[in-house]
């Protein structure tokens, strides 16, 4: 019988030491089969790959979430691609580029900001660093 808890127990810390709980990120496909590109919009993914063409948005007070649903009220979950707090004109870690407003950017090196080397979006797309196209439609990483 000791021999047998002993075992349990290891067996139940073995295992709550390799659990490593899935991380939502932007633009990756979840089990849902969406990929998530802002707190409330998301497109489909064919073959494991989101197709960028077409970008469908959450219902108002909405976010989107990549493991169950698509898209669940704001008040029971945290939107996979939540906008990070206070990241307008902040170059960190391997960022190329940072969003100064919701439509202009500038490029990075290193932690430096080099306001004089940017851009402006399109008529009609937004600013989200943290995607690899810089201007996309959705909703912009920067507020006004």
Do not use: W
């Amino acid at each position: 019988m000791h021999f047998t808890q002993v075992f349990l127990m290891c067996a139940l810390l073995a295992a709550a030491l390799l659990y490593t709980p899935a991380s939502a990120k932007c633009n990756t496909c979840g089990v849902n089969g969406i990929a998530c590109v802002s707190e409330n919009s998301f497109n489909i993914c064919y073959k494991g790959n989101p197709d960028a063409s077409a970008v469908y948005t959450c219902p108002e007070d909405h976010v989107c979430v990549s493991d169950s649903g698509k898209c669940v009220p704001k008040s029971n979950a945290v939107a996979d691609c939540a906008a990070a707090k206070n990241t307008c004109g902040v170059c960190s870690g391997n960022k190329l580029f940072t969003c100064l407003s919701p439509t202009t950017f500038a490029q990075c090196n290193g932690e430096t900001l080099l306001r004089s080397i940017g851009g402006y979006c399109p008529s009609g797309l937004t600013c989200d660093s943290s995607r690899p196209e810089i201007c996309t439609v959705g909703g912009a990483e920067c507020a006004n």
